[in-house]
């Protein structure tokens, strides 16, 4: 019921920037909150950022923030993660998620189950 489809990855240099985007389409006025995750080789799917879709309030994890930006545009319904003085630990295919309105009953918006919809995903390269 809602489709979503991420584009901007690439191969970037250490200290270089890269923008990710994520359009949704389909029953898109059921969307709460979006999010980014990403999942290096050999490792679990992490939370990276998240943003309410009506207040835009925003969480990030730890490691990206003063470096990361997620940004959201209602009207196009697309979510933006501006990832800046990118690291070679950032490498990852980074998956787009939204959730319904029961993300607010959990209030975790760093949890993949608290998402019903993901997308397939974009693979940012940083190399050093």
């Known amino acids: 019921q809602v489709q979503l489809v991420e584009s901007g990855g690439g191969d970037v240099q250490a200290g270089g920037s890269l923008r990710v985007s994520c359009a949704a389409s389909?029953?898109?006025?059921?969307?709460?909150?979006m999010g980014w995750f990403r999942q290096a080789p050999e490792k679990e799917r992490e939370f990276v950022a998240a943003?309410?879709?009506?207040?835009?309030?925003?969480y990030y994890k730890d490691s990206v923030k003063g470096r990361f930006t997620i940004s959201r545009d209602n009207v196009k319904n697309t979510v933006y993660l501006q990832m800046n003085s990118l690291k070679p630990e950032d490498t990852a295919v980074y998956y787009c998620?939204?959730?319904?309105?029961?993300?607010?009953?959990?209030?975790?918006?760093?949890?993949?189950?608290?998402?019903?919809?993901w997308g397939q995903g974009t693979q940012v390269t940083v190399s050093s």
């Open positions: 389909g029953r898109t006025f059921g969307i709460y909150a």
């Open positions: 998620a939204a959730g319904d309105w029961e993300i607010y009953s959990t209030g975790r918006y760093d949890l993949r189950d608290s998402y019903a919809y």
């Open positions: 943003v309410s879709w009506s207040a835009g309030r925003t």
